[in-house]
Nanobody
């Protein structure tokens, strides 16, 4: 059973930066796709970025965040990060980390491929 705990959310002005962390436990091997999702009020939960567990060379991004957000993992700490730069008000949402078996290239942005979720951390960007 994979357990995920997010931290690092907060309030920031537009143009600012935040780094989210997701501490993980319970991985049985390296064959996991780990991802960040977000959900704004009244909107569907959407995939933001994903990375293959223990292989930071395989990363995927939503078009809306590409070039501004960076997903990375500290394998020694079993912690996933999301560095968010040049934040915009439309980035305001609850951010969740998620984990699921298999390669990320298979539907990384689909909620249904992730059985394990954290509790979420709020990010608020003011204009």
């Amino acid at each position: 059973q994979v357990q995920l705990v997010e931290s690092g959310g907060g309030s920031v002005q537009a143009g600012g930066s935040l780094r989210l962390s997701c501490a993980a436990s319970g991985y049985t091997d390296s064959n996991y796709c780990i991802a960040w999702f977000r959900q704004a009020p009244g909107k569907e939960r959407e995939g933001v970025a994903a990375s293959q567990h223990t292989s930071s060379s395989s990363t995927y991004y939503a078009g809306s965040v590409k070039g501004r957000f960076t997903i990375s993992e500290d394998n020694a700490k079993n912690t996933l990060y999301l560095q968010m730069n040049s934040l915009k008000p439309e980035d305001t949402a609850m951010y969740y980390c998620a984990a699921g078996r298999g390669p990320c290239w298979v539907s990384w942005s689909s909620r249904s491929r992730y059985p394990y979720w954290g509790q979420g951390t709020q990010v608020t960007v003011s204009s």
